[in-house]
């Protein structure tokens, strides 16, 4: 028994794994204390065989238990020790990445673009160099005429022509377009009502830059037309937009006011319930009769049938930097084209 | 338009109130930009006669002996100080312009006040002279606010389809057909039957197709009465004499503009023709002007000789200009072509309210009673006689009527209006309305923009109020040609996310570009230029995103030191092909700094990572992208890469040049710029395979120079159709290789859709590639 007593102590003092391995082999192993005298049964009598027999049972049965604990014992304790090499600083700065973000303008368009998408519009884009013939003269704004003072224009050096609306060569002196307004003559040109189209778009004014005014600027434009369309539904399309943009406490406000593509024309106004303001926001109007007028005959120039008597249609415009600096509350058109990351890096968490 | 709300106020009695008006002209469609108050004058400012006016020697002053009630002495500097007007008098304590008026010492004399100019009193912008009054205006010492009361001055927008608003007149028709009472003037003439002692031919009647000259004599011209200059003051104008003024009060009052000329300058009478070459005329701005052939002009004519003295519908000549000794006048009022009037304002700069006016069109059947009104204020106030007849050339054209029908109304706008409210609102306009289904409509000869039945229907819209137009959404299934028309927009939307998804920060850049900058770019010339640029930073428009993208850059360097930079912009950049705009939109893309990695590690940056975001750009857009060696200009020439998307050419990656960046002080930057729109892949589902994959190691040494994508394209073409993937995992130079060359080991991933590839397959496929490898003469490792 004494014996005993010092291999469960020996086991229970063993270091690693490997020292109990080393136990294990010296007493239960095939040539181990136990083993042997197990072996050694068989010169026994019966009686004696069978007592020694049990008590070395016993004794292996307990060796092997002492053994399994401290196996557990030291397997925990290195699983421990592991653990506890492992341990990291979690609140180290991880692998840094870029994280990028789109420019405010983007987004306010976007965001006006996804209202229209929502009530049926598609969103289509129109060219940034375009000849007056677009720009002005079928929109019913002829050379000579007054109504042109309302556009300061960058006109474009060279006797170049454009793509026009199916892709063929379009006459006419050239321009930065000043509204996106071309967009409602190219896009009726090459296709047919009823449709429901908005166009966000770059813009350009032969206009010195200050707080609130900038040479380049964005601007959405929408057209509905189709077989009955009423300026009920211009007031209507607004009047979404308003409350989309500012919810049910938003309102519109139409005024007479002249463009010459519009007849009715209109200037609308949003309630904005935060600022307590009405803001000004852009020009509309029924789609002036001379504008289908240009469109049929620019339609019959290209061996298209006219598909525009007999319809009606609104448009309207409105300037899209407004929008933003109301929105996020940015104090200087500038920014927008200023590029400092400083400014950008803010309209991330918007998403 | 300034309108002062006194004025109109005398046409339209009942407005209530300046801001009522700018209410009502508002719902009307004139805006109200600001309102104005003027003639505040102080208590102290007072009437005063001149009764003598005597020059301080050796000064430009004089000494002004006032009756002001009582005998006052100032002193004044103003050139047209004299016995016998009268003017505005400050006395001392009054506050004038920001000063206070004390008694002063000048030059030896004790001036008790100041007499006053139009400026000094802040009545007008004209500081060169004192404010001239008739000398019997008022009583001597009363004071100046009794007879000149505040006034509000609304400054309007008038838009230019509306040039019968640009005279007050007109703004109360339209304020009456809102139902305000209306009273216009009265013209109370009495005529001499005398002959006119001039002639007047039109030699040019497109230029003027209506032209009219009154006659009138016996003039005494003289500073206007007190109510007449406050009315042009309040307006804007400055005050010259009582006949000037008379032509520019009936301009003010009924948009019409007309010129006085002083009959000794006319010879036998007017000519109107166009200018002849290198003629010559001084215009009453006192400039010297060359005319051209194309502009329109008075002239005087002797028999067969003419001489110009107006520079027709912009300014009259200043030879024939009424002057305080002028008599008997030549009353010009017509009708001018509105496109020549506005050419020859061009061509001169020389925008007038005259030409204001005529470029926009003045009423065709106006002339007549506009020589009326003239004249009768010229008998009234200028003591003229008028003669019984007035000089008329060429036939005004009336208007033609409209069609209307009222139902149409009500279907373009979405409204109910009974027809007999539509009616009565185009009668109140001064429509006449004849007919029924459809009736015709004529209007006002003043409404030259009232041309088509949309034009009454707005009429009708907007006497009745836009407010009253109900809110509607229309539904309808859209023409099949304009389904999926907004997919190309979608497409860029969503690219510029994942461009942010990735890291890349978007930015906005102008469109113009500097033609002097593009050798610092090592860039052709933009080939489109501005006529008329902002200025030479911006006279062209850019070929290429990249050079913002460097700019963009720099300032935030200079500003914000930032440690890195992932930036992109999509935008339109601009070429000329064949003659033909080809207006293109690009992605371009700029990465600056030390890259990504840990903060307290290290970083990876440069070209490996640009190239590495775009990789998985285009693995996300599912599109086959390589980039192979190319030189460009603006680009280092070791890294510099033509980007194929598709097997399309698209674009470049690479460092840009040492010499673009030393030229803007910039550390090195990497960019890509791209051309859009990007294709879009056809989509096809593929079962993923569900047999084994068989895995192979290679490794290949190469020369040196060879590029990368050379080996994989030589070891995916050799391994035939069950190679599934192939992935660079070491690149290695150094020895035991040979120098001058490099080893590159892949791991290859082998599987058939349908079975388990036996051993012999892959073993197969393995001696393909060693062979292929061999014979190009490069050598399997290990």
């Known amino acids: ?351 | 338009m300034r309108v002062p709300f006194s004025w109109l106020k005398e046409y339209v009695p009942e407005l209530e109130s300046p801001e009522v008006l700018e209410e009502r002209l508002a719902g009307l469609g004139f805006e109200t930009d600001r309102i104005e108050r003027i003639f505040r004058i102080p208590k102290e400012v007072v009437f005063a006669r001149v009764l003598e006016a005597s020059p301080i020697p050796g000064t430009g002053l004089k000494r002004l002996v006032l009756d002001a009630g009582r005998v006052v002495e100032v002193v004044s500097g103003a050139g047209n100080a004299r016995a016998g007007i009268g003017v505005a008098l400050a006395l001392p304590g009054a506050e004038v312009g920001g000063m206070r008026i004390g008694e002063r010492r000048i030059q030896g004399v004790v001036s008790h006040g100041m007499a006053l100019s139009p400026k000094e009193l802040g009545v007008g912008e004209y500081g060169g002279g004192l404010l001239e009054f008739p000398q019997d205006a008022l009583p001597p010492g009363t004071p100046l606010a009794e007879a000149w009361p505040e006034e509000v001055v609304l400054d309007l927008e008038v838009t230019p389809n509306r040039p019968d608003a640009l005279g007050l007149l007109g703004l109360a028709y339209d304020l009456h057909a809102l139902g305000y009472a209306l009273k216009a003037p009265e013209v109370d003439l009495r005529t001499e039957a005398v002959p006119i002692p001039f002639g007047l031919r039109v030699e040019d009647p497109e230029g003027a197709p209506h032209f009219t000259l009154g006659y009138a004599f016996g003039l005494r011209v003289g500073p206007s009465p007190l109510w007449l200059q406050r009315a042009l003051f309040a307006a804007g104008m400055r005050p010259i004499s009582n006949v000037v003024d008379i032509t520019n009060y009936v301009m003010l009052e009924r948009a019409q503009p007309m010129h006085a000329f002083d009959l000794r300058f006319l010879g036998e009478g007017i000519l109107v023709r166009r200018a002849r070459p290198g003629e010559r005329l001084r215009t009453l701005d006192g400039v010297e002007r060359t005319l051209h052939p194309e502009d329109l002009v008075i002239a005087g004519y002797r028999g067969e000789e003419s001489f110009p003295v107006g520079l027709a519908g912009v300014m009259g000549g200043a030879e024939s200009e009424v002057r305080e000794d002028t008599e008997a006048i030549a009353l010009e009022v017509a009708q001018f072509d509105p496109i020549s009037i506005r050419k020859t304002a061009r061509r001169h700069a020389l925008r007038t309210e005259a030409s204001y006016r005529f470029e926009r069109g003045v009423d065709p059947l106006g002339q007549i009673p506009a020589q009326r009104r003239a004249l009768s204020l010229l008998q009234a106030l200028a003591g003229a006689k008028v003669a019984e007849g007035i000089l008329e050339a060429g036939n005004p054209t009336p208007p033609k009527p409209i069609p209307f029908r009222p139902d149409y109304a009500n279907r373009l706008l979405g409204t109910a209006y009974p027809e007999g409210e539509q009616l009565a609102i185009l009668k109140r306009l001064g429509c006449l309305v004849e007919g029924e289904g459809p009736y015709q409509v004529t209007p006002p000869s003043r409404r030259l923009d009232l041309t088509l039945e949309e034009d009454l229907v707005e009429e009708v819209a907007r006497i009745q109020g836009y407010e009253t137009i109900p809110l509607a959404l229309p539904a309808f299934f859209p023409a099949p040609d304009n389904r999926g028309v907004g997919r190309p927009y979608q497409k860029e939307r969503r690219l510029r996310e994942l461009l942010a998804g990735l890291g890349f920060q978007e930015v906005y850049t102008y469109s113009f570009a500097d033609p002097e900058e593009a050798p610092r770019f090592r860039l052709f010339l933009p080939p489109l230029r501005l006529l008329n640029p902002l200025s030479p930073e911006r006279a062209a428009l850019r070929t290429h995103l990249f050079p913002g993208l460097l700019k963009v850059l720099k300032e935030n360097l200079a500003l914000d030191k930032p440690e890195r930079a992932l930036l992109f912009e999509v935008g339109r950049v601009y070429r000329v092909e064949g003659g033909v705009v080809r207006e293109e939109t690009h992605l371009a893309g700029l990465l600056f700094g030390e890259g990504v990695g840990l903060p307290f590690g290290e970083k990876l940056s440069g070209y490996p990572l640009l190239k590495g975001l775009l990789e998985t750009l285009f693995a996300r857009l599912g599109l086959a992208f390589q980039v192979e060696a190319h030189p460009y200009p603006f680009l280092h020439p070791g890294v510099s890469g033509r980007l194929w998307v598709e097997g399309e050419e698209r674009g470049f990656l690479g460092e840009v040049h040492p010499e673009v960046l030393r030229g803007l002080e910039l550390p090195r930057v990497w960019v890509f710029e791209l051309r859009l729109p990007l294709p879009e892949k056809a989509f096809r589902f593929q079962d993923p395979s569900r047999y084994p994959l068989a895995l192979r190691d290679l490794a290949v040494v190469v020369p040196e120079a060879t590029p990368y994508a050379e080996v994989e394209g030589l070891l995916k073409e050799a391994a035939g159709p069950h190679l599934e993937s192939l992935a660079l995992f070491d690149l290695y130079q150094g020895a035991p290789l040979k120098p001058g060359t490099k080893s590159l080991a892949f791991h290859l991933r082998f599987r058939h859709p349908e079975r388990t590839l036996t051993d012999e397959e892959v073993d197969a496929a393995m001696a393909r590639i060693f062979q292929a490898v061999r014979e190009r003469g490069w050598e399997i490792r290990g």
Do not use: C
């Open chain 1, 1 to 351: 028994m004494r014996e005993l007593e010092e291999a469960l102590a020996a086991i229970r003092e063993a270091e690693s794994l490997e020292a109990l391995k080393t136990l294990k082999a010296r007493y239960l192993g095939k040539k181990g204390l136990v083993t042997e005298a197990l072996k050694a049964l068989a010169h026994l009598p019966l009686e004696e065989r069978k007592r020694r027999g049990q008590e070395l049972n016993a004794l292996k049965e307990a060796l092997e238990k002492a053994l399994e604990d401290r196996a557990r014992e030291l397997e925990e304790a290195a699983l421990k020790e592991a653990l506890e090499r492992e341990r990291l600083d979690v609140s180290l700065p991880g692998v840094r990445l870029f994280s990028g973000g789109l420019h405010p303008i983007t987004l306010m368009e976007r965001e006006l673009v996804a209202i229209f998408q929502a009530l049926g519009y598609e969103a289509v884009e129109g060219p940034e160099v375009e000849s007056e013939r677009f720009n002005f003269d079928a929109l019913n704004i002829p050379e000579h005429h007054p109504a042109r003072d309302m556009w300061d224009t960058f006109w474009l050096e060279g006797a170049y022509r454009v793509p026009g609306p199916l892709g063929e060569e379009a006459e006419g002196k050239l321009l930065l377009r000043t509204h996106t307004s071309p967009m409602q003559v190219r896009y009726m040109v090459a296709h047919t009502p009823p449709f429901r189209i908005v166009v966000p778009g770059r813009v350009f004014r032969f206009e010195q830059t200050d707080a609130t005014h900038e040479a380049v600027f964005h601007q959405l434009e929408g057209l509905v037309v189709g077989e009955g369309i009423t300026m009920a539904d211009l007031k209507g399309a607004i009047f979404e937009l308003a409350q989309a943009l500012y919810g049910p406490e938003a309102r519109v406000r139409f005024q007479p006011v002249y463009f010459p593509f519009v007849e009715p024309g209109a200037q609308f106004a949003i309630w904005w319930p935060e600022g307590r303001k009405w803001l000004e926001l852009g020009g509309a109007g029924m789609v002036h009769p001379k504008v289908f007028q240009a469109v049929d005959a620019y339609r019959k120039r290209l061996g298209l049938p006219p598909a525009y008597e007999g319809v009606t249609g609104f448009a309207f415009g409105l300037g899209i930097e407004r929008l933003a600096m109301l929105r996020f509350g940015i104090p200087d058109i500038r920014y927008f084209f200023g590029g400092r990351l400083k400014f950008l890096e803010q309209f991330r968490g918007i998403l």
